[in-house]
């Protein structure tokens, strides 16, 4: 199954591609939209909308996870961060695409075993799980984490044996070998 991750952002949206088959997880691609470039918010609304498109149209994902609203003081930020998030659900859900929502607090847990792990412990999990040699870039970092979530959520889902249990028990270990991990 390919996983299409969604890190929503009204400046900048981060996405990752990874491939779950059985247990394994693969990374596919990733990258990050800068919408702050456009000159109107209605403008980086179209760009994000287009951007996801391109990728459904060449990458042929079967589903989309999108990272849910966390809590935020202003207001109009989380107003930009909601519509964000609806044009990412539009553009699967005119895709054809099953979509999926998790907040942050089950994307990190999923990642890191531990749902208040900081961005550079999420990107080093990613790294890790995904075999990567270098670090993604911070937004696409947490889109290939909301992949992962969706891959562990599946697992759990579609098998109750335990497997998605073991795997963070090792997530859990190699974020106690890491230097920064408390």
Do not use: W
């Not at 998030?85 to 859900?93: D, H, P, Q």
């Not at 995904?130 to 959520?153: I, Q, R, Y």
């Not at 109750?160 to 408390?182: C, M, Q, V």
């Amino acid at each position: 199954m390919l996983i299409l991750g969604i890190d929503p952002g009204s400046q900048i949206t981060g996405f990752g591609l990874i491939k779950k088959s059985g247990q394994r997880n693969t990374h596919i691609e990733n990258g990050t939209f800068y919408l702050r470039e456009k000159t109107s918010y209605a403008d980086r609304l179209v760009c994000l909308y287009k951007e996801i498109q391109n990728i459904i149209a060449a990458y042929q994902p079967e589903v989309i996870a999108v990272e849910n609203i966390f809590y935020h003081k202003n207001p109009k930020s989380i107003q930009k961060l909601g519509e964000v998030r609806g044009v990412a659900i539009l553009s699967g859900a005119i895709s054809g695409l099953k979509v999926f929502e998790y907040a942050p607090l089950e994307v990190k847990k999923a990642v890191t075993g531990y749902g208040g792990a900081t961005k550079s412990q999420m990107q080093y999990m990613v790294m890790k799980l995904l075999g990567l040699n270098d670090v993604p870039e911070e937004n696409a970092s947490d889109a290939l984490g909301v992949a992962l979530c969706h891959a562990h959520s599946f697992n759990q889902l579609t098998n109750p044996s335990g497997l998605a249990k073991t795997r963070l028990s090792d997530a859990k270990e190699i974020l106690k070998k890491a230097s920064f991990y408390r």
